[in-house]
């Protein structure tokens, strides 16, 4: 085996952090988790930086900051939780606010990380750990995944004779009807071993 070669300590490797587009400020390890701190990184051309308005072009003013909490990969099978500030910018042209770009931390409105998703994801198909093991893990609730409803079946889904949305009670009754002039529902009940329902021939 060769010699390894050591680098230079690095916080943001190590946590996954800098293929984020992230970089760890500060960092509070309690008992139970851990909290990291984090910015955004801006790239080094002014030009592809977030500070430009994309409705006209000017390259607007910082306003404020705004905190984005994201659930991460758990460190040493203790919750990790990223605190990334994100800075908010406004165009002095159009007066357009918006915030720096983070889809490479996390998808719109998720609350994990990608790394976590990704963890995640793994721990379930290839670690065969529980969904319960992984929210543990992770320190995030699945009731709202559990909560979620199930899709309706769109219209192009559904056939023509379907009893679903659109179709009255006389179009399910004229499903269920029998044929005119073949059989007619028996007026006798039958025994319960026999079924809930049968035909009989018609009679003249």
């Not at 460190?75 to 939780?81: E, F, I, L, N």
């Not at 409803?149 to 009754?173: E, I, N, T």
């Amino acid at each position: 085996m060769a010699e390894p070669t050591f680098d230079c300590p690095d916080l943001d490797a190590f946590c996954l952090i800098d293929r984020m587009g992230l970089t760890v400020t500060g960092q509070l390890v309690g008992e139970d988790h851990t909290v990291l701190a984090c910015r955004v990184l801006e790239p080094d051309d002014p030009l592809e930086r977030d500070s430009w308005c994309g409705r006209c072009g000017v390259e607007g003013a910082a306003r404020d900051t705004v905190l984005r909490r994201l659930a991460h990969v758990p460190m040493g099978w203790r919750p990790t939780v990223l605190d990334v500030t994100i800075r908010r910018y406004r165009c002095a042209g159009c007066g357009h606010v918006w915030r720096q770009d983070t889809s490479s931390a996390a998808a719109p409105r998720s609350k994990l990380s990608r790394a976590a998703v990704l963890w995640a994801l793994k721990s379930v198909v290839i670690d065969r750990l529980s969904i319960a093991r992984v929210a543990e893990g992770l320190g995030a609730s699945w009731h709202r995944q559990r909560r979620r409803p199930r899709r309706r079946p769109a219209a192009a889904d559904r056939g023509p004779h379907s009893p679903g949305r659109g179709a009255g009670p006389r179009g399910r009754r004229a499903l269920l009807a029998p044929s005119p002039g073949r059989c007619r529902p028996n007026r006798q009940k039958p025994p319960r071993s026999e079924g809930a329902a049968r035909c009989m021939p018609w009679r003249d």
